[in-house]
């Protein structure tokens, strides 16, 4: 127990031993030391008037914001329906394409865990290494703008959040099940089918659910890449500074997110 | 009253029991489903002639992905990679130190009613839009440069950790806290004795996992001005220059994955 000696020689409790609280120091130190280096190389070329200026700024921003343009609202439900549609199908798509790979992926499922599971595993961890506004800036040069570029960014970004779920969800399944029905002579797919999929079902479909509403948020703004939908109206009208429109952007692109998360509680509430 | 005609005839047929137990709902899901999908296909106007078009151009992208070209740009590209490495420390360091006081605030079992009202306000505040949006507005406010972008991630950072940190301060055992407080301890006392053990190991991998997000988000602010390497992967891409995007994803991707495999060894270590 690390005890520490006072000066009537007494023993007093402490939390650490004297290495430990070395070691501790020199790790809060090496830290410190690297945030303040970082800093310091991060501000090299900040210009400290702009940022000295940053609440005049604000308040001229917020008040030209106010009050919202109300009328702009009917132009913003086509834009709506696109985001609501890049969120779904694009959820939809990543669902097929993402399915196939988590079971490659996990380790008792894959065909081959040396060759097969590391093109998964990669697969998995490129797309969600990257954003899917950084996806849709792909796509969008690639493909052109509008909103099949956001369906195919959501759809690119969402393959390794659901992979990566779903096969740690299989890698987690009871395999006595799977045994079991192995044993009644049934053949890889009606174990597959029989055994695997009524477990990871419930994962399955709450997984699916939360990409769902994530991916709500995320293509709320893909149209500032150029991919369609709300971000699409935000982008043009902050171009204009037609800062009114933006703020009823904003509340809208805040109802929505709101009314998706309500339903995806909604939903998996209902399944689990 | 006949012994057979009693029993009831023993099913000679089984199958698996559906997710959605009710008939009409799990039809009128699947109907719903399919008619939105007819509806929902025929609003997305797809330009084909362009899709392929575009094709071509993707087969190039590839071509970039398997010799990306690291050297003719390397100048902008480590200035990018600076940036945006610089601005995950910064932030995340800055988030954590501010969540962390927020956190206590918003724990119902160790806060006042009043503050627990305003740090979660502040909290669901940081939470409410996406970091680009916020990095919009702080552009404009602060100007062009990774300081924007270091403020964005600051304040994600708070709203991600501070309310992950108070719901985890809450969920603490209470006895713990009553014991420590029966020796007469202080409110400091409480929060280093009985709150800090409890939720620490958490803190410490939330805290590792942020900084892989922040890592990536500095890739995305970039594109609105707020700094990073995003600013100079939209630049490589408006040129077409897809060999360099690529080199530029492909070192996104792999500090990424060293992030994600050095934070795990950490968590083991800790937890």
Redesign the interface.
């Known amino acids: 127990m690390p005890v520490t000696q006072q000066s009537d020689g007494r023993l007093a409790w402490r939390h650490l031993t004297p290495g430990e609280s070395l070691a501790r120091f020199a790790g809060w130190f090496a830290?410190i030391a690297?945030?303040v280096f970082?800093?310091r190389?991060?501000?090299a070329?900040?210009?400290w008037a702009?940022?000295a200026s940053?609440p005049a700024?604000?308040a001229d921003?917020f008040g030209r914001m106010m009050p919202p343009r109300w009328d702009y609202a009917g132009r913003l439900w086509r834009p709506l329906?696109?985001t609501i549609?890049i969120a779904?199908?694009g959820t939809?798509l990543a669902i097929v394409l993402a399915t196939p790979v988590a079971f490659l992926a996990a380790r008792n499922t894959t065909p081959s865990a040396v060759l097969v599971r590391p093109v998964a595993l990669f697969i998995i961890?490129?797309s969600?290494?990257?954003?899917a506004?950084?996806w849709g800036?792909?796509l969008v040069?690639?493909?052109?703008p509008?909103?099949?570029a956001g369906?195919i960014a959501i759809a690119l970004r969402s393959i390794g959040f659901i992979g990566k779920l779903l096969y740690e969800a299989i890698e987690e399944i009871d395999e006595r099940q799977v045994e079991a029905i192995r044993a009644t002579g049934a053949s890889p797919a009606q174990v597959m089918?029989?055994g695997i999929v009524?477990q990871i079902?419930?994962a399955f479909?709450s997984i699916n659910v939360f990409r769902w509403d994530i991916n709500i948020?995320?293509s709320?703004?893909l149209g500032?890449?150029g991919a369609g939908g709300l971000g699409l109206a935000?982008e043009s009208s902050?171009n204009v500074l037609a800062w009114p429109q933006v703020t009823l952007i904003?509340l809208m692109?805040?109802a929505t997110?709101i009314v998706s998360e309500l339903i995806a509680a909604k939903i998996r509430k209902a399944?689990i | 009253m006949s012994a057979g005609a009693a029993t009831p005839a023993y099913p000679r047929r089984w199958s698996r029991p559906p997710l959605i137990p009710d008939a009409r709902l799990r039809w009128a899901i699947v109907l719903g489903a399919i008619l939105y999908l007819i509806v929902g296909t025929g609003t997305v106007d797809v330009n084909w002639a362009r899709v392929s078009e575009g094709l071509v151009r993707g087969g190039r992208f590839l071509a970039g992905f398997l010799a990306p070209d690291f050297t003719s740009r390397w100048s902008d590209i480590s200035t990018g990679m600076i940036e945006s490495l610089t601005m995950t420390v910064t932030a995340t360091v800055a988030g954590i130190a501010l969540s962390v006081p927020f956190g206590l605030g918003a724990a119902r079992n160790i806060a006042p009613a009043w503050l627990y009202v305003v740090c979660r306000a502040v909290i669901a505040f940081a939470r409410t839009f996406q970091e680009i949006i916020i990095a919009i507005f702080f552009v404009a406010m602060f100007g062009f440069g990774p300081f924007a972008g270091f403020l964005t991630l600051s304040l994600s950072t708070i709203g991600f950790l501070g309310k992950l940190l108070a719901d985890d301060i809450e969920e603490a055992d209470p006895a713990q806290l009553e014991a420590v407080r029966a020796t007469g301890a202080s409110w400091w006392q409480v929060v280093a004795y009985a709150v800090s053990p409890q939720v620490m190991p958490r803190l410490v991998g939330l805290s590792l996992y942020r900084f892989d997000i922040n890592f990536r988000e500095s890739a995305v602010v970039g594109i609105v001005g707020a700094g990073g390497i995003g600013a100079t992967l939209n630049t490589a891409l408006d040129r077409y220059e897809y060999d360099s995007a690529a080199a530029i994803l492909l070192l996104i991707i792999g500090i990424v994955m060293v992030c994600e495999y050095s934070s795990g060894f950490i968590r083991r270590r800790v937890q």
Do not use: K
């Not at chain 1, 969600?128 to 954003?131: L, T, V």
């Open positions: 830290l690297l945030t970082c800093w190389v991060m501000t070329d900040t210009i702009f940022v940053a700024q604000a921003i329906w696109d549609n779904t199908m939809l961890v490129a969600r290494s990257i954003n506004l950084i800036l792909l040069a690639i493909l052109g509008g909103v099949f369906i089918i029989y009524p079902m419930p479909a948020r995320e709320t703004v500032l890449v935000l902050l904003l692109i805040f997110v399944i």
